[in-house]
């Protein structure tokens, strides 16, 4: 009998069986511990039935490199196996630099971008996710990590740090993308525009995208992180690198991208030999080739002409394991057919190959209830086919989901009319279930098994402390004061969300440190602010406004919106914070009442606001006029080409700022103002 088919065997029906007896389970974990030993689990692993960690001594497992050992992603000296389960986070950069606007999802309502991904991180432990793929630089316009060739925004890559510490804190690791096929603001277009390429397919041939490539990756593997001091190059919170996300050379023969994959993955591994590295690609096979049938719409389709060809392209000695996306609508064969055989085939290939698997990116939409329905059923095939193969110690090692949305961000409108749009999962959708569950059995896995084969390890697999300044900390707030390596760099505290303020109090930032002030309405220090109902009612009492659409004829003076109002939240993207920056209107979503409150902290200088309830936001004037004139809802022209309302604004006054006569004689007069945008489209829209 073929010893390794034995085992094979063994493992499904351990696997399976949920009592066996503590005698019986010493004996299989005593067999295949000595068929081990003589070199024959090389390829497999077996119930941790017999390994417990020394006393006193337990491993933190995030201090230790991702590697591959036998076909098997392997942590720490005693090759604990690392099954993955998480999900794929867009904007990361973005959010994590601290802009002030996302528009894949937005920021919810009081919550900043940095805070957003700390708690997005940790409630990602509590469910048990360990992965997390993302991307090395921003993906919306008007945001650059690499602003011209080897210049970098120092901003926008403390974000990164910002997002790789986070992440370390939380036990979850990044698959990072270094580069990508598709956005303008950090990908091939990018470069194109750099380099005067004449074409898309030209980054894979000239010799000036390759020698950018390199020279920007290698910024990012040597980049010292400015929180902790590690280079990501030494960071094992990294599980590995991706050359490029999806990456598309159409019509080009499939050996151009072999050629490229395997230059810039032996460079990296040349930087550094710490981290997996892999190619990002969706897996698609050349029309050459008899795997054809398996790609999306079967032979000769689209998709083999893309330059891909998915076993040759992972077949490089410095590509450690394949990755594969999953698109069905996106790829139109949305059919249980093309499922089925796009994972078989996958499966197949990597166990040709000898190497790990994982289905890194997959989605479907979700943009009405029915297809919220039809996400879970495909979300169920994936998963279950994953599961499947994992259990029978296949080549696949887990899968992460697109995407997942924090508690109240909101798609944008031209999605849909439900939040989450095309692609959001929810913590409360079904489909977030399925995901939850695939992870608890990932986890037993990963728990309840043990590596079978030689464990090759060496002390240089594991990283170095990281560097803290916790005698800087404010009120024992870790995180809080200075960061850095010679903690000299002021946290902004306000911005990270890690402040002892009261909810109902302003956080004002300072260096170091920060200060807590209550909003009107409110009493108290500003670590603890108690309701003052006669102001609050007072305030409320005071504004008025005749309804959507009825915006202030003049709107006179405008306002600086600066910190300690409601609604002010800092823009982590500006370095220079000696003086604080002021803006036109709030920076983040707010409801009439707080610009209420905004407006009378402001004191004399402010005695009306213009409300967008579209965008929630205010801004504050100081007008002599409460006059009327009706405002038509502005529009915006969507990416797929569609208007749909964008804004509606509406004015409230301040009445105890005003006499009773002007109150009295408010006109209401005719504004000559047309949705200019709107008018446009439709005049376009009519000449066609």
Request: net charge negative; with cysteine.
């Amino acid at each position: 009998m073929n010893p390794k088919r034995f085992v094979a065997r063994c493992n499904a029906i351990e696997f399976v069986s949920q009592e066996t007896s503590s005698a019986r389970a010493y004996i299989v974990a005593l067999v295949l511990a000595l068929l081990a030993a003589a070199g024959f689990l090389s390829t497999t692993w077996y119930r941790n039935s017999v390994q417990s960690p020394k006393a006193g001594h337990p491993l933190d497992l995030m201090d230790y490199f991702v590697r591959v050992e036998g076909g098997r992603f392997v942590v720490g000296p005693e090759c604990s196996l690392m099954y993955v389960s998480g999900w794929n986070q867009w904007e990361t950069v973005e959010a994590a630099s601290g802009v002030l606007r996302l528009y894949g999802a937005s920021l919810p309502p009081n919550i900043t971008g940095q805070e957003l991904i700390r708690r997005k991180l940790q409630k990602a432990k509590e469910v048990g996710f360990n992965v997390v793929r993302a991307w090395a630089n921003p993906v919306s316009l008007g945001y650059t990590l690499m602003e011209a060739p080897g210049v970098y925004n120092e901003q926008i890559f403390r974000g990164l740090d910002f997002f790789l510490d986070e992440a370390r804190k939380a036990g979850v690791r990044v698959i990072l993308s270094l580069f990508d096929n598709w956005q303008e603001a950090g990908g091939i277009p990018h470069f194109q525009t750099m380099l005067n390429l004449s074409g898309h397919e030209d980054f894979f041939f000239e010799q000036d995208a390759w020698h950018l490539y390199t020279n920007h990756v290698k910024a990012i593997l040597t980049r010292q992180n400015s929180i902790n001091g590690r280079h990501y190059k030494d960071d094992p919170t990294i599980f590995s690198w991706e050359l490029i996300n999806e990456p598309r050379c159409q019509g080009c023969p499939s050996f151009v991208l072999q050629t490229w994959i395997t230059s810039m993955a032996s460079y990296i591994k040349a930087v550094d030999k710490n981290h997996l590295v892999t190619v990002g690609e969706e897996g698609f096979f050349s029309n050459q080739t008899p795997q054809q049938y398996a790609n999306p719409g079967g032979s000769g389709s689209w998709a083999g002409d893309q330059g891909q060809n998915f076993k040759a392209d992972h077949s490089s000695e410095y590509i450690d394991y394949a990755g594969i996306h999953m698109w069905i609508q996106n790829w139109e064969d949305a059919t249980p057919e093309f499922a089925h055989r796009w994972l078989h085939e996958h499966i197949r290939q990597a166990r040709e190959l000898g190497k790990p698997l994982i289905m890194s990116e997959f989605g479907a939409w979700g943009s009405s209830k029915r297809l919220i329905e039809e996400r879970d059923k495909w979300y169920k095939v994936v998963y279950d086919a994953l599961l499947e193969d994992a259990k029978q110690a296949g080549p696949v090692q887990g899968g992460l989901f697109w995407q997942w949305f924090g508690q109240d961000q909101k798609a944008p409108e031209e999605e849909g009319d439900l939040p989450g749009g095309i692609f959001g999962v929810f913590e409360s959708d079904t489909s977030f279930d399925i995901a939850r569950n695939f992870t608890a059995e990932i986890q037993r896995i990963n728990e309840e098994y043990k590596f079978g084969g030689s464990c090759h390890y060496s002390d240089n697999q594991k990283a170095k402390p990281v560097h803290q300044c916790k005698n800087t900390w404010v009120r024992g707030i870790p995180g809080s004061g200075y960061e850095g390596v010679d903690c000299n760099i002021n946290v902004n505290e306000c911005a990270r969300g890690i402040d002892d303020c009261d909810e109902n109090a302003a956080c004002i930032d300072t260096s170091p440190g920060f200060v807590c002030v209550c909003h009107a309405g409110f009493k108290g220090n500003g670590r603890s602010c108690t309701p003052n109902p006669a102001e609050m009612q007072s305030i409320r009492e005071s504004f008025r406004s005749q309804g959507p659409g009825q915006l202030a004829c003049r709107e006179g003076t405008l306002v600086p919106y600066k910190p300690g109002l409601p609604g002010y939240m800092y823009d982590g993207t500006i370095s220079d914070r000696d003086q604080p920056v002021m803006y036109d209107t709030s920076t983040m979503a707010v409801t009439p009442e707080q610009c209420m409150v905004a407006c009378r902290m402001v004191g004399d200088d402010c005695n009306s606001f213009s409300y967008d309830a579209q965008q929630m936001l205010c801004s504050l004037h100081l007008t002599d006029s409460v006059d009327i004139c009706p405002q038509p809802p502005s529009y915006c022209v969507a990416i797929r080409g569609e208007p749909y309302e964008c804004s509606q604004f509406e004015t409230y006054f301040d009445v105890t700022k005003f006499s009773e006569q002007d109150i009295k004689h408010q006109e209401i007069k005719k504004r000559q103002v047309q949705g200019s945008t709107l008018q446009a489209y439709l005049d376009a829209k009519s000449n066609i």
